[in-house]
């Protein structure tokens, strides 16, 4: 609702429910985040010719890996006390909420690690591939965000503000804070990042051509885009009031420093000319037939 020329947000966040059970709108999009991915892997093997267990795999390795990575990730990054107090919370108050997109980020690398070992890929060709879908499945949660009414920006006088109602109960409409929509700011700019990555691959091939060079781009283009903004959201945990760089930012910079790295590695050197018999695809559409020696380089 529009209301003085900002929105009011009264967005319920809870999809529906039966009796004490709640399906709400963030795990909602958590689930089509991580179906997009698999329909998305999917494509990528149809193009470059790979067997259909291999996009089967991924997205068991790459589903798996993201949600235990990014549950863990916020127990551990933004609430170790209480969690290491007691582990088994966890997983019996994962429905209270708290999930780390760095931490998914770092369980995702482990999976793709696994993935790329078990089905005979090099380890790049998984992590280029995966930016594409984790950038439109950013932009995605980040709407979850929004519906959960968290993860919200600081006071501002911009005409496209928010108020945030549920997180100001009982207060008047006139009363409450216009703050900055930052879960949109950055569902836009992962979806900017998810364009380019995609014309980088469709029509660009840069995925054979250049190795890495998606894989830094996405890095760039999720975790900077988290540095920059992460300056005008309200802290999310009390221990990062004070600080000049709060825990989101600190956990980018490895990201922002790699992704740098992996757009200078894979400029410097030459392109590749992949064929029709492009090794590593070879390598990967045949795996279920008798391992022989090869010389194939691998990243």
Known sequence: MIHELVVVWDFNPVFFSIGSFEVRYYGLMWAVA???????????CKKEG?????????????????VIGARVGHCLFYEPAYYLAQPWAIITEIRNGGMASHGAAVGLLIGL???????KLP??????????????????????????????GCATDVSWGFKF?????????????VQHPTQLYEAVCYIITFVILAYMYYAKDWGRKRPGL????GLEGIFLTRFLIEFIKVEQEEFEKGMLLDMGQILSIPFILLGFYMIYRAFSRPEQMPTAADSRTASAASADKPRKKKTTKKW
Do not use: C, H
């Open 34 to 44: 991580l179906l997009l991915g698999g329909w998305m892997f999917n494509t990528f």
């Open 50 to 66: 790979l067997r259909q267990e291999i996009a089967d795999s991924i997205f068991i390795y790459g589903t798996l890996a993201t």
């Open 113 to 119: 690690w696994l993935f790329s070992r078990k089905n």
């Open 123 to 152: 380890y790049i060709w998984s992590l280029d591939r995966v930016m594409i879908p984790v950038a439109i499945g950013g932009a995605i949660v980040r709407l979850g965000n929004l519906f959960n009414s968290e993860i919200v």
């Open 165 to 177: 109602l549920r997180l100001y109960p009982g207060l008047p409409v006139a009363d409450v804070p």
């Open 214 to 217: 998606l894989f830094g781009v």
